[in-house]
């Protein structure tokens, strides 16, 4: 089956640094990858949706400057969390779609902004 | 806006019961309704699917019920196993559309 490799699972960074997580679906091309951060016991939360090669799609509230995203390559997104602060403490998760593999989510990672 | 309402938010289960999650949308344009499965620290796992020309589609002991004149669909859980104890989202795609929208999800505990 389609898998998503998402690096890395759990991070630990100090307030005002930046974070890069990884998304690589490893056995199928992903022409549309999305990002959703979500809350302890609560629903994901759609970030932005990444097309290869093009420009993020971030969804209302999300702050594009923030949370930086990188689709260079049909099996690899990046999401860059910028100048990190507490707040952004949260998991965060990516799906990637494939055609014919239909929507497969990464494990996670959790951020926790000191 | 496309809403997805999923109950109930918790759910205890003995062992071999059956656990029914609930879940009713608005937006008649969705034509996609999948379940997923997240066990904590995991992202969502896909668990099944069904599209609404159908009324019903079971995998082992998943089974998933459809009723479009309702805009309902739930899933029930057979012989629930402790193993089964998770979160589990309902989720709704259009068929122009690529981005799923998420019920509120269900914490399932599946008791000895």
């Known amino acids: 089956g389609a898998v998503v490799s998402q690096h890395p699972s759990w991070v630990i960074c100090k307030s005002g640094t930046s974070v890069k997580i990884e998304c690589r679906s490893l056995d199928f091309q992903a022409t549309t990858m999305f990002w959703y951060r979500q809350f302890p016991k609560q629903s994901l939360m759609l970030m932005a949706t990444s097309n290869e090669g093009s420009k993020a799609t971030y969804e209302q509230g999300v702050e594009k400057d923030k949370f930086l995203i990188n689709h260079a390559s049909l099996t690899l997104s990046t999401l860059t969390v910028t100048s990190a602060h507490p707040e952004d403490s949260s998991f965060y998760i990516c799906s990637a779609y494939g055609q014919g593999y239909g929507y497969t989510f990464g494990s996670g990672t959790r951020l926790t902004v000191v | 806006q496309q809403q997805v309402k999923q109950s109930p938010q918790s759910l205890i289960v003995q062992k071999g019961g059956i656990s029914i999650i609930n879940c009713a949308y608005e937006n008649t344009a969705f034509d996609y309704f999948p379940w997923y499965q997240q066990f904590p620290g995991k992202g969502p796992a896909l668990l099944i699917a069904?599209?609404?020309?159908?009324s019903e589609k079971k995998e082992g002991r998943f089974t998933i019920s459809f009723n479009k004149s309702a805009k309902q669909f739930s899933l029930h859980i057979m012989d629930s196993q402790p193993g089964d104890s998770a979160t589990y989202f309902c989720?709704?795609?259009?068929?122009?559309?690529?981005?799923?929208?998420f019920g509120t999800g269900t914490q399932l505990k599946v008791e000895l």
């Open positions: 069904i599209r609404p020309d159908v």
């Open positions: 989720a709704a795609l259009t068929g122009g559309g690529n981005k799923l929208t």
